[in-house]
Structure formats: structure tokens, C-alpha cells
């Protein structure tokens, strides 16, 4: 395993925060349970933490384009939490054979979208009625 216990402990610190939104990790009932050992122990991952409370977890399409989740706990949520991605998508970037980052976002959250532009993202689509809350926007980010 690529990780130790104390690695595990900070990414489930990030997951297990009742402010971070954990459907996007497919669990929406509020426990993260083991996912930090989950994506840690799993070798086509990328698990960032460009700080103590921003988390981005990485899930491969295939070896060029990778599908991010963002989470950021309340009080490094702004601009700190801002420089932090791109300093973590510039190291994805520039340390694998990554030339595209993709995210999506439900369109309800509107303050994630606008997060996720200011990282640099371009809105490239729209899936209808693709969650419960509606649709939900296409972001993508090239190298």
C-alpha cells in the first residue's frame, strides 16, 4: 500500500466532515466509512491534499483523462482553497499522463459550479435530469 494509517485518517477527517457533501462519492448518507482506505489503497487513484482541509480524488476514464471530486472543509473554503487545486491539477498535469480533468457538478449547487470555474474549468456540457436535483453541468480542465 502506497499510504500510511495517518494518510487514511486525514483523507476520512475531510470525508467524515458533516459539511462536506459525500454524494458525490456515492455515499450520500453522511458516513464515509472506510473510503479513505478505499481510494487510497487502490493504485490508479490520485489522491491529493494540496492542504490539511482540500481533498481531490481522482478516478482514471482511462490513462490520459481523469474525473475529479473536490472536497474542502468550511475554513479553507476561498481563495486559499482555490490556488490549492490549481497547484494540485498543475502536479496532476505535470507528474502523469494526464492532459484533461473532468468534473460535474449538479447545477442546483451553484456555488460548487462557480468554484469549479474559478479553478479554471470550461462548462462543456449539460446532463439532463441526470440527479435527483435535476441536471447537471460538464467542467473540464486541459493541461
Same mark, same amino acid.
Given at each position: ?33 472506510? %473510503? ?9 487513484? %490520485? ?7 482540500? %481533498? ?47 468534473? %460535474? ?39
Amino acid at each position: 500500500m502506497r499510504c500510511t494509517m495517518a494518510d487514511i485518517n486525514r483523507v476520512n477527517r475531510i470525508l467524515d466532515n458533516q459539511d462536506v457533501s459525500l454524494a458525490l462519492f456515492g455515499h450520500s448518507d453522511g458516513s464515509s466509512g472506510v %473510503l479513505g482506505y478505499r481510494f487510497l489503497s487502490n493504485d490508479s487513484v %490520485l489522491v491529493l491534499m494540496p492542504n490539511e482541509g482540500c %481533498l481531490a480524488i481522482g478516478v482514471p476514464h482511462n490513462n490520459s483523462i481523469y474525473h475529479f471530486h473536490i472536497a474542502v472543509l468550511p475554513g479553507y473554503r476561498g481563495k486559499q482553497a482555490v490556488i490549492a487545486f490549481k497547484e494540485a491539477a498543475q502536479w496532476v498535469f505535470e507528474n502523469t499522463p494526464c492532459i484533461k480533468i473532468v468534473g %460535474l457538478e449538479p447545477t442546483v449547487r451553484k456555488d460548487a459550479v462557480r468554484f469549479i470555474l474559478a479553478l479554471g474549468f470550461e462548462k462543456e456540457g449539460l446532463l439532463k435530469n441526470a440527479c435527483p436535483t435535476g441536471d447537471v453541468a460538464v467542467l473540464g480542465l486541459c493541461a
